[in-house]
């Protein structure tokens, strides 16, 4: 079954300090992998997208993501996190083996504490 | 318009009463989604619409949940004889076309409490 998993309900971490939130995923075929972010009480948001090509993907402010086929990984990262990060991440994954892959299948979230 | 918008963006309502909820995806944009999301929890995908037919109605809850698209434009989804259950914040995204590698952007929904 297609699954995705965000091992961490809660991550913390020091301003300055880089930042890993975590995502693994089960497909039957390729798949197509997402990262969205969602402040207090707004929309997500689209940050990166993986579709093929460079396993290292950038998105928008400065996070990027690593697609790991072996690892059935694609954790998001920061170098330097920011006080302003803080808000919940949403890893999704379309598989493209199924018929119905236009439907996302979404993890349950990770929050991201920055403290200063 | 610059993004997909959603109204109203509360609603409070009585158990046995009926909404609608409104979304107007972005200009062009060919597909639209419906999710629900619960406190605290991922999105639950409810239906999916290609132009004005939705092939996939899979993911509504029950008969009292229905949705529509006109013109290839506006969506509306409609719930029937709310229950408690029914409370939480339904999304909206649309995407260019319907092909699976297309972003989807999402509205800043709609927080629905029935009372």
């Known amino acids: 079954a297609q699954s995705v998993a965000q091992p961490e309900d809660q991550v913390n971490v020091a301003e300055g300090n880089p930042l890993t939130v975590k995502c693994t995923y089960s497909?039957?075929?390729?798949?197509?992998l997402f990262w969205y972010v969602q402040y207090p009480n707004r929309g997500l948001q689209f940050l990166l997208k993986?579709?093929?090509?460079d396993n290292l993907v950038k998105g928008s402010y400065g996070f990027e993501a690593e697609f790991n086929k072996s690892q059935t990984s694609f954790h998001l990262k920061k170098p330097s996190a920011l006080v302003s990060d803080s808000a919940l991440y949403f890893c999704a994954v379309r598989d493209q083996g199924r018929d119905s892959n236009y439907q996302l299948i979404w993890g349950a979230g990770t929050k991201l504490i920055i403290k200063p | 318009g610059a993004g997909v918008s959603q109204s109203p963006s509360n609603k409070v309502t009585e158990k046995g009463k009926d909404v609608e909820l409104r979304c107007d995806p972005i200009s062009g944009h060919t597909a639209l989604y419906w999710y629900r999301q619960s406190l605290g929890q991922g999105l639950e995908f409810l239906i999916y619409?290609?132009?004005?037919?939705?092939?996939?109605k899979s993911g509504l809850p029950s008969d009292r949940f229905s949705a529509e698209r006109t013109g290839g434009s506006v969506s509306t989804l409609t719930i029937q004889r709310t229950q408690q259950e029914d409370s939480a914040v339904y999304l909206c995204?649309?995407?260019?076309?319907?092909?699976?590698?297309?972003?989807?952007?999402f509205g800043p929904g709609t927080r629905l409490t029935v009372l």
């Open positions: 995204a649309s995407s260019l076309k319907w092909a699976s590698t297309d972003t989807q952007y």
């Open positions: 993986y579709i093929t090509g």
């Open positions: 619409f290609q132009g004005n037919s939705a092939p996939d």
């Open positions: 497909v039957s075929g390729n798949p197509y």
